[in-house]
């Protein structure tokens, strides 16, 4: 198989469970990162810790050694469609370097390729691009790409259910909150609002889910005015929801998959997530056994998942408030397929995105020999 360097900021769960799934494909990975980004326990990944400013100088020289490797793919991971100094530099030798793969992995597309952003010019030199949905891949339509050999293909945040919880330490003062929600049904929303507005569409929605369940908001609002705050609680009460709901504050790990595993669902539907974030809550639900709502759009990653009214309830995002209301008139929300136990059978749905990456590689590498 290939050997792989891997180029990203962090080593995060976007990274580090893609170089994972790399090595699990029999790939050589090295994983060059930032400064101090080296975990203890590497998996048998190899690590170069080596930016400290992701300067065009560090880049310049780091070539010699990174390139006397002899990699046969640079992937770079963009977490959005912004590079720096050092990127450049490393992407523009793998692309005049005869036998390496220029790969290049842009996981969300935030304020678009103009021809002022250095991601456009990445995009169209790179031998590979992948994106982490259809509708991701289709905003590049348009650009000046230099090969008509360019590999396209899906490739969203590796779903890594092997990753299991860590050993996170359980803060007494989180339990009775769990506790407390167990004496009756409720509904998990992420909680990310920055300030009280009633006429925002997550308040609507809120308030239509808190009329028939108790809602825990997954998330904190201390940063509120103390005014926002009083308006919120009046507000609530003013339609009868005033014991409907509670804010969680942070939580740790253990307790959060304690809260999500005692719900009736967790509501994603309607909020602006990015691939990563999505694949994030995806995970946590799943290791939950969570019933999850979704919309259309959310569902476009990790496509091949989702059955709606099978193992999720898939909500029509330009209808969004009408199936709500739709769905809240169930009598329960249950639903006869676990996702959690369909994957511990059939491992094809998560690794067939890995399988197109390394068709898309070897192509490549096969136009290069």
């Known amino acids: 198989m290939a050997k792989i360097i891997l180029v990203s900021k962090h080593v995060n769960a976007t990274s580090w469970q893609l170089a994972q799934a790399l090595k699990a494909q029999q790939h050589e990975v090295v994983l060059l990162t930032s400064y101090g980004e080296t975990p203890r ?9 080596y930016f400290k400013k992701w300067s065009f100088l560090e880049g310049v020289r780091i070539i ?29 030798f793998a692309k005049s370097h005869p036998t390496c793969v220029l790969t290049t992995s842009l996981l969300n597309i935030k304020n678009g390729l103009s021809r002022r952003n250095p991601v456009r010019y990445l995009v169209e030199e790179s031998d590979i691009i992948t ?28 779903l890594d259910l092997k990753n299991e919880l860590n050993d996170e330490a359980i803060d007494s003062s989180e339990l009775p909150l769990v506790a407390n929600l167990k004496k009756s049904p409720y509904v998990v929303m992420p909680f990310n609002e920055t300030r009280f507005n009633p006429d925002s569409d997550y308040f609507i929605r809120l308030r239509a889910v808190a009329q028939k369940y108790k809602v825990a908001l997954w998330g904190t609002y201390a940063h509120w005015t103390l005014r926002d705050r009083k308006k919120f609680a009046a507000w609530m009460a003013e339609f009868q929801c005033a014991d409907r709901w509670v804010l969680t504050g942070p939580l740790s790990a253990p307790v959060t998959q304690q809260l999500l595993s005692g719900s009736t669902a967790l509501m994603l539907a309607g909020q602006n997530f990015t691939p990563v974030e999505m694949t994030e809550y995806y995970l ?37 408030q009408k199936d709500l209301i739709k769905l809240l008139a169930k009598s329960h929300l ?9 994957l511990a059978e059939d491992r094809h749905l998560i690794d067939s995105s890995m399988n197109e990456l390394n068709r898309l590689y070897n192509k490549a590498l096969n136009h290069l020999r």
């Open 334 to 342: 249950r639903l006869p397929e676990s996702l959690s136990e369909k």
């Open 41 to 49: 326990d590497t998996s048998g990944i190899e690590f170069m810790g």
């Open 131 to 158: 994106c982490p949905t259809v509708e991701t891949l289709g905003q590049l339509r348009g650009l000046d790409v230099r090969s008509n050999r360019q590999g396209r293909g899906i490739l969203p945040p590796v």
């Open 64 to 92: 010699p050694g990174l390139f006397g490797l002899q990699p046969q793919i640079l992937h770079v991971l963009l977490d959005d469609d912004k590079m720096n100094a050092a990127q450049m530099v490393l992407s523009t």
């Open 284 to 320: 946590r639900a799943i290791q939950s056994h969570a019933v999850l709502i979704l919309d259309t759009r959310q569902t476009s990653v990790h496509s091949d998942l989702w059955k709606n009214t099978v193992n999720c309830w898939v909500l029509n995002h330009s209808q969004l």
